[in-house]
């Protein structure tokens, strides 16, 4: 009875939940100190503690309509300003609140992107592995998904095949750096090529072709590496950023749509984003964490917490024999899985209590994504299980 | 470059933007307190002092990654339970935690809900006149919306007509009572009535026809008129809430789904109203407020502000020879206009500086509607305009 559309991700939500609910019976027969879950990227350091304070003041100062009431779909004109300036400082760039929307999140952000741009079939470029709700996200609106490989040696993407890939169906391609799995953050050059490679394509072809930008874990970054800043590199580009793993706030959902000034068909994307903000049901990203993140927005999170982790666990991987590419950024490690299916490798390390997430979620099979956001006794407690493993495999 | 799809609404989105510019444009001329603004639905009371309260008391007393982390896309089975168990004493129903998705106010109860059911062409019916958005959120699935008047001297459903424009492609009813725009509420005959018929629809046709009732006004209820809850009259039957209007925070996206645990397909439909919670963008419902309204289930706004203002406003139009059903909640009028180009009636209200909407926006031409959620003091003011308004059209 339900929608065709819905029919399969319910049937894959099942497997999902029955792979969920293993965790908790593995927990419920060895106890929860003996599991060791990597599968959910659910930040674990803390929300900084401006955050309550600036709750209580913005609820102590404003006039309760000013906190909870309706404002322009594309939210608080005060907030974004603030947003704006804040950006034009960091990154030496010249935007307004008028090249910003509020947004429930990067996931809002991105379904009100998508939701502007694509006509049906139009082609949406991602880079494997890529983060799983890309796929949904761009059927939501009869886009078509293609997948462009990369280098499982960088994770930076094939710009051959990239090459091939972009015709005149192509309307948008999608990145994601510090990515989700990898860690990978794409260097100045991988922008830069990727940017000419599109210009070259748009001049080729005589279209649009929009960058979009997916930046979640812009702040989650290690030994100072740099992360480009988009809109500097490429005109037709969007940024959607999130405070979910900035500030650890993933329930709140609360993020922005930033687009550059110059891109083809500005106004119109711009209304464009606000009306799809509201007929798509957001309304507007919620109201009273607008103002917090306006109050915040020199307000990080300890992310030495996650380096720390990162290090104890890409040593010692690596260290045992497992093969994993460096992350610089995000919570994640993807390793290759030292036999092909990666399946089946998820279900071996469930043997010892491990519990991660199959590449093949990400299409790209051969990997398996860990999740590091989690506490780093559990990780040191974990290490013998990860011997183990290696060990079945006769790793090293 | 925009999708075709968001063409239109650009569009139109230009005009609605320009009649509010129009309106600021009349402050500035005139003074924001000769300025009577009728147009928007952003309500007015207070929220309850508990809002506050809870709040501080959450961020206190919980642990900040059960405040602001990830949960169930479906939301926090400890607030559903709290609303589950809430409902059931108060309806006395039997429902739990099972029943109720939280969702991003009611606009994205209603998208979930819509992406869930509708296969291109499904039809979903609607009685005018009837709030302009769900046009759009039926058009995001590519379903066809069908309109069925109502009897303009009560604007309850027109049976026959309903009786007719059901057929094998109908999967869903929308209803909105207390209604937007008219404020009228629909009795337990009435819902008796689209019941029998729905059933009787379903035996010929073979197939599920759901009603979704729409009701962020089920508070706003005036000289003690019972409104029923659908789910103790129909099987396959869901309610789209939300405390927008209840508590007074719209700028929150705070409110649920609850659906009858006898529909066709009910274990499937929760799963999907979970996955499309997901994958549409919401990710779940902004987690700190889930929380709140979980301790303000008994909280309410003063609804006798907005009496106060029915009662001035209804009573003062009619003596002065406007016809309007009146209203028994929300907060909204619908007058008749004296002539039959319900635009120009607008145009010529905006003279006497009234800012009203066109019933057309509502698919009901010959109509205005008044949104009467501003200061007392106002409306006040703004009678003598009224007078000069129906003095203009030789009423009375």
């Known amino acids: 009875m339900?929608?065709?559309?819905?029919?399969?991700?319910?049937?894959?939500?099942?497997?999902?939940?029955?792979?969920?609910?293993?965790?908790?019976?593995?927990?419920?027969?060895?106890?929860?100190e003996n599991v060791f879950d990597y599968s959910l990227g659910n930040p674990n350091a803390l929300p900084p503690e401006n955050i309550k304070i600036e709750i209580n003041k913005i609820l102590n100062e404003i006039a309760p309509k000013l906190v909870h009431g309706y404002m322009n779909n594309s939210g608080y004109e005060d907030v974004r300003g603030?947003?704006?300036?804040?950006?034009?400082?960091?990154?030496?760039i010249d935007i307004s609140y008028n090249n910003i929307v509020m947004t429930c999140g990067a996931a809002g952000g991105l379904n009100i992107l998508l939701k502007t741009l694509l006509n049906p079939e139009d082609e949406v470029i991602v880079f494997a592995p890529f983060f799983g709700e890309y796929r949904n996200y761009v059927n939501?609106?009869?886009?078509?998904?293609?997948?462009?490989?990369?280098?499982?040696d960088t994770f930076e993407p094939n710009m051959e095949s990239?090459?091939?890939?972009?015709?005149?169906k192509t309307k948008a391609i999608i990145i994601n750096s510090p990515n989700n799995p990898t860690g990978v953050i794409y260097s100045e050059k991988v922008i830069q090529d990727l940017a000419n490679l599109m210009n070259q394509k748009q001049d080729e072809l005589?279209?649009?072709?929009?960058?979009?930008?997916?930046?979640?874990?812009?702040?989650?970054?290690?030994?100072?590496?740099?992360?480009?800043?988009?809109?500097?590199?490429?005109?037709?580009?969007?940024?959607?950023y999130s405070y979910s793993k900035s500030l650890s706030l993933p329930g709140e959902r609360i993020g922005?749509?930033?687009?550059?000034?110059?891109?083809?068909?500005?106004?119109?994307?711009m209304i464009s984003l606000n009306v799809a903000n509201r007929i798509l049901g957001f309304v507007n990203a919620p109201s009273l964490f607008q103002r917090?993140?306006?109050?915040?927005?020199?307000?990080?999170?300890?992310?030495?917490?996650?380096?720390?982790?990162?290090?104890?666990?890409?040593?010692?991987?690596?260290?045992?024999?497992?093969?994993?590419v460096k992350p610089q950024g995000a919570f994640y490690l993807f390793i290759r899985t030292p036999i092909k299916d990666d399946k089946k490798f998820c279900e071996d390390a469930k043997e010892f209590k491990l519990l991660l997430v199959a590449g093949s979620a990400f299409e790209c099979p051969g990997h398996a994504r860990l999740s590091y956001c989690v506490d780093y006794k559990k990780i040191e407690n974990s290490l013998p299980a990860f011997e183990k493993l290696a060990k079945s495999y006769n790793l090293k």
Not at 7 to 31: C, Q, T
Not at 256 to 267: E, G, K, L, P, S
Not at 301 to 307: A, K, L, N, R
């Open 82 to 92: 603030k947003i704006a300036e804040f950006l034009n400082k960091k990154h030496n």
């Open 2 to 32: 339900i929608s065709s559309k819905m029919k399969d991700l319910v049937a894959n939500s099942s497997i999902i939940r029955a792979m969920f609910e293993e965790g908790k019976r593995l927990s419920d027969i060895y106890g929860e």
């Open 206 to 240: 005589g279209t649009s072709i929009y960058l979009i930008s997916d930046e979640p874990y812009r702040e989650i970054v290690y030994d100072n590496v740099v992360v480009p800043y988009i809109l500097k590199y490429y005109t037709n580009s969007f940024i959607g």
């Open 256 to 269: 922005y749509v930033v687009a550059n000034t110059n891109m083809d068909c500005f106004d119109d994307i």
């Open 140 to 152: 939501n609106f009869d886009g078509k998904l293609v997948v462009v490989s990369t280098d499982i």
């Open 292 to 324: 917090v993140i306006a109050n915040c927005l020199e307000a990080e999170v300890d992310v030495s917490i996650y380096q720390k982790n990162r290090d104890l666990l890409y040593n010692y991987l690596t260290k045992i024999g497992f093969v994993c």
């Open 162 to 168: 990239l090459k091939e890939k972009i015709n005149s």
